[in-house]
């Protein structure tokens, strides 16, 4: 709701999109046990490769750190772990330089088993817990991606959230006040036929092979083919393949 009310168009969801590149960001609540949820392997690899295209991510849960079992995307986030913690999440305070500077916390979210952080590979500290002492939230910068990581609920703080939730939407690519432009979804009335010559991907028939090919282009509103996210279908030897952008096969077109 916070995010909404900054003007940014969020989509709530309870699974993995089937397309997450459609998201410029996605924001991961797994949760406390015993009711939280672990990643499986269908959802790390999406996550995974989703940061690894250059987008961000923010993920809380607070068992994902220590107790769950590690996953590729795990360590993406500049984040260890001196123990899988208690019901002693308390008042948070913002790490001097970090992006919460200044800014403390009531914390009355779910509490249990909750993951003491550390800082390592890049990541920069941001909450703290008063007592016991440990790190609850950590961010990274890797050049290509961000991250944000939590062991407590976002939605389990308590005072002036708001600009705590602004410096991440602005960390992550967000700017408040503004929604980004959605990729365009596939309209039939708005597709044209695009000859091309394409080298079929890794995980398709004829992996590496130089074909002539029709694809069929969904785009509406747009004037040009190049630097775009478009939507292609493929129709190569009787079978389809379907892919969100141009960027995930090399091509070159023919007519």
Avoid at 233 to 251: A, E, M, Q
Wanted: charged content about 15%; aromatic content about 10%; some cysteine.
């Amino acid at each position: 709701d916070e995010l909404q009310g900054m003007g940014l168009e969020v989509h709530y969801l309870t699974e993995m999109p089937a397309l997450p590149e459609l998201y410029e960001t996605i924001w991961v609540c797994l949760g406390v046990a015993p009711d939280n949820h672990t990643l499986d392997a269908a959802d790390d690899t999406a996550l995974y490769n989703y940061l690894q295209s250059g987008r961000n991510l923010y993920l809380e849960g607070g068992n994902f750190w220590k107790d769950d079992p590690r996953v590729d995307l795990y360590f993406e986030f500049g984040v260890g772990t001196t123990g899988s913690g208690a019901n002693d999440a308390g008042t948070q305070n913002g790490e001097p330089g970090g992006l919460a500077a200044g800014m403390s916390f009531g914390y009355s979210g779910d509490n249990n088993n909750i993951d003491r952080l550390k800082t390592k590979s890049g990541g920069q500290a941001i909450l703290r817990n008063a007592n016991p002492d440990y790190l609850t939230m950590i961010n990274k910068d890797s050049g290509s991606f961000k991250t944000i990581a939590s062991s407590i609920e976002f939605g389990g703080l308590t005072g002036q959230t708001t600009a705590l939730l602004t410096a991440y939407a602005e960390f992550l690519g967000l700017e408040p006040g503004s929604s980004p432009t959605p990729t365009p979804t596939p309209d039939p009335g708005g597709c044209d036929t695009l000859g091309v010559k394409i080298s079929m991907p890794s995980n398709d028939i004829g992996a590496g092979d130089m074909v002539n090919t029709i694809v069929t282009v969904c785009n509406p509103g747009q004037t040009t083919y190049e630097n775009v996210p478009l939507w292609v279908i493929l129709d190569v030897w009787g079978d389809y393949f379907f892919y969100p952008s141009f960027n995930d096969f090399d091509y070159e077109t023919i007519n």
